[in-house]
């Protein structure tokens, strides 16, 4: 959690690669990976299962030595507890993410003020074993939580009494290593710009072929006031994000995507002819079966291209996460879009693009300027947010590609508007962010049937106005709110 005021610490992982390292060091490393991959394979499956539900990182070691000890593995004994130790706040955060996924699941099926008692309830127990004499919350964690399983054997992690860093040159390092034997430490060089300390990682790049050294940096602390200003941030395909001052971050977002996508899409489909002739010519002539598997059907150069690909479109995002912090404290309210996009239509062409949209990405960079500024970001429920005028709070309007038509004919930039309902809803005390869409539907119809009874219409009278889908006449808020809030229907030739 963010602190709302005072100092935070900016800090941030720095990879650098391992440039001179011995045959016989090499080895050794990469056989301490492979032993310790075992440790971590069993570590998941003896902490990962709900018998072992908020179990403090720091007490896994015993857990796991009672049944495996470092002699039989030829392990020091502190390699075998650091990686535990990483394995169990591995298995600690997803228990965190299952928790919060619970938690939505909850609200949706206890919604409202009047079981906020029952929620609250169903959240403390939540926190420790006492789910498991509850039938509801422990079907509902079963459900959400998948029992941990590692199959990574290509990292050792060390703490800072488990290396050396001394310097060579400006730009390059020696670390010294704690092998398998006592007193003999391995040597390697990285190149790095800064001195390495603390935890780090050394893994075995398998797709570069290298080993890499990961760590944290600490690049100082920045002031965090009292009050921050609050902006809202809708999140686009065609630019990264659009914020509820009317600017745009990250503009090329879509263009690249979309060029990424069609490149792919291209590649597949001749891909998938050469397959075919593979297959054909096996029996035929296996000698250019062979050469066409080996010379055109191979990933290497696609994975390099993927890469670069995926590289781009990190670094638009990052890009626009900077410009919309500038340097500068906020409070963010933006969507929360961790849901899957479900029950929707869509043609090919559209599934394949959205898949190419990064929303984890814009999350993750996001919450890192915001730790980095000292801001704190908000999610809020995302329904609908998109399709409600900002000037009125109702759903009278229209949204049509970039531009959204109000019910009196004003014309606005479709993202802004979307902006600006986000931050509207980001102190909305009636739609909180775990509510489903019917719910919302429900809360943005009673405002909308408000508004129309001050000027004498009724939700009927939206509709055949064309200011209010007909998309919402289907619905049972929309029918009770007709018994409840008739208006003074206008006389008009067609019924609904």
Not at 151 to 173: A, F
């Amino acid at each position: 959690m963010p602190r709302t005021f005072g100092v935070a610490k900016r800090r941030s992982t720095q990879i650098v690669p391992v440039v001179g390292i011995t045959k016989s060091v090499e080895i050794e490393l990469l056989s301490t990976m492979k032993k310790l991959g075992i440790v971590r394979s069993e570590s998941y499956n003896k902490l990962g299962s709900i018998s072992h539900w908020s179990l403090d990182w720091k007490k896994a070691i015993p857990e796991v030595k009672s049944f495996r000890t470092p002699d039989t593995l030829g392990l020091p004994a502190k390699l075998m507890d650091w990686t535990i130790n990483d394995v169990a706040k591995a298995i600690t955060a997803s228990q965190a993410a299952c928790t919060d996924a619970v938690i939505k699941k909850i609200y949706k099926r206890f919604p409202g003020k009047d079981n906020q008692k029952t929620r609250k309830e169903l959240y403390k127990q939540l926190k420790t074993l006492a789910f498991q004499r509850l039938p509801l919350l422990h079907r509902l964690v079963r459900k959400e939580f998948k029992r941990g399983h590692s199959w990574v054997k290509n990292q050792i992690v060390y703490q800072q009494v488990g290396y050396n860093c001394k310097r060579l040159s400006r730009n390059t390092y020696q670390l010294e290593l704690a092998g398998l034997r006592r007193g003999k430490r391995n040597k390697i060089v990285v190149r790095s710009n800064r001195k390495i300390k603390g935890q780090i990682r050394l893994i075995y790049n398998q797709l570069l072929e290298r080993f890499e050294i990961h760590f944290l940096v600490d690049y100082g602390t920045v002031e965090i006031p009292a009050d921050r200003r609050a902006i809202g941030v809708d999140k686009g395909y065609t630019e990264a994000f659009y914020d509820s001052d009317g600017q745009a971050h990250g503009e090329n977002l879509g263009f690249a995507a979309t060029k990424k996508s069609n490149r792919i899409c291209a590649k597949n489909r001749n891909r998938g002819k050469l397959w075919a002739i593979h297959r054909k010519l096996e029996k035929i002539d296996p000698a250019k079966s062979a050469r066409i598997l080996k010379n055109n059907l191979t990933r290497k150069t696609e994975n390099k291209r993927y890469r670069q690909n995926q590289s781009e479109l990190t670094a638009i995002i990052g890009a626009a996460s900077k410009s919309l912090f500038k340097g500068e404290s906020l409070k963010v309210f933006a969507e929360d879009l961790t849901q899957p996009i479900r029950n929707k239509r869509q043609s090919k062409a559209m599934s394949r693009k959205l898949n190419s949209w990064m929303k984890g990405q814009m999350r993750d960079s996001l919450e890192k300027w915001a730790n980095w500024t000292g801001s704190v970001v908000t999610e809020v429920q995302p329904s609908y947010t998109s399709q409600i005028d900002s000037v009125t709070g109702t759903l009278l309007g229209k949204r049509s590609g970039d531009n959204f038509t109000r019910f009196n004919g004003v014309v606005s930039q479709a993202d802004h508007n979307a902006a600006k309902n986000i931050l509207a809803r980001g102190t909305d005390f009636e739609i909180t962010r775990y509510m489903n869409k019917t719910e919302v539907q429900a809360v943005l119809l009673r405002r909308t049937a408000r508004f129309l009874e001050g000027m004498g219409l009724s939700l009927l009278d939206a509709v055949e106005l064309g200011w209010l889908d007909s998309k919402h006449s289907k619905t049972r808020a929309f029918k009770q709110l007709l018994v409840e809030m008739p208006g003074k229907p206008r006389q008009m030739s067609g019924r609904l």
